[in-house]
């Protein structure tokens, strides 16, 4: 890859990937950095600021091509290829994860999920197999695993991930409220905490209504 690109920048990314997939659904084939300022609710400059940083993508008076664009910015999201995913953790939050079956529109397939607890032993989530912990060695030898979820209780989070890393799984989206500590450092990890964004939206409530 060329030059690195920050954070802040990929972070915006799924966002215009995600209205470019809606603008796509209406059968908008082209649009201007204006267009989808006004859409996005960000500055004109911010986009073509943005999308500069991958080499542009707009063409002077034309605007942007919607699926030119869509496909581009799939590819630096690493969408062109199916991304397979394990779930540890077959509770609310990780049958809630494998009953979302939209996912799969973006190439992630839950493939199965783990548990500890006996009574979900043969159980399935939307076709998706519910194994044991047991099996779970078995199954990510036999098949190609790309990202693990960790939807279990934080207490174990740290053993599975790292056996997990053991397997050769490098990616991790990490549900449980734990700040992994990982024996590999090249592995990524993705928390995600739903927590925090209530959080964030408290504090913004609290600021609105001391204004
Ligand atoms: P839950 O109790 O419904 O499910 C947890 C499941 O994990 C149970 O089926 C249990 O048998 C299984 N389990 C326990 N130890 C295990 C192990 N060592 N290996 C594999 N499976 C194991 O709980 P829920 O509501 O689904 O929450 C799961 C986790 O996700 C908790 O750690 C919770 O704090 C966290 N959570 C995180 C959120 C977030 O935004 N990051 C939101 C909601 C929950």
Redesign the pocket.
Known sequence: MGKEISQAVIRRMPRYYRYLGELLDEGVERISSNELSEKMKVTASQIRQDLNNFGGFGQQGYGYNVQYLYDEIGKILGLEEQHNIIV???????QALANYGKFEKLGFMIIGL????PD?MGRSQRGIPIMM?EELEEFVISHKIDIAAL????G?ADT?ANQLVKLGIHAIWN???VDLDLMDKNVVVEN????DSLMQLSYNMMRNEAD
């Open positions: 540890i953790g077959a509770g609310n939050l990780g783990f548990d500890i607890n979900l912990l939807t279990m209780p934080k174990s599975i549900f449980a409220h995600v905490h739903l927590s």
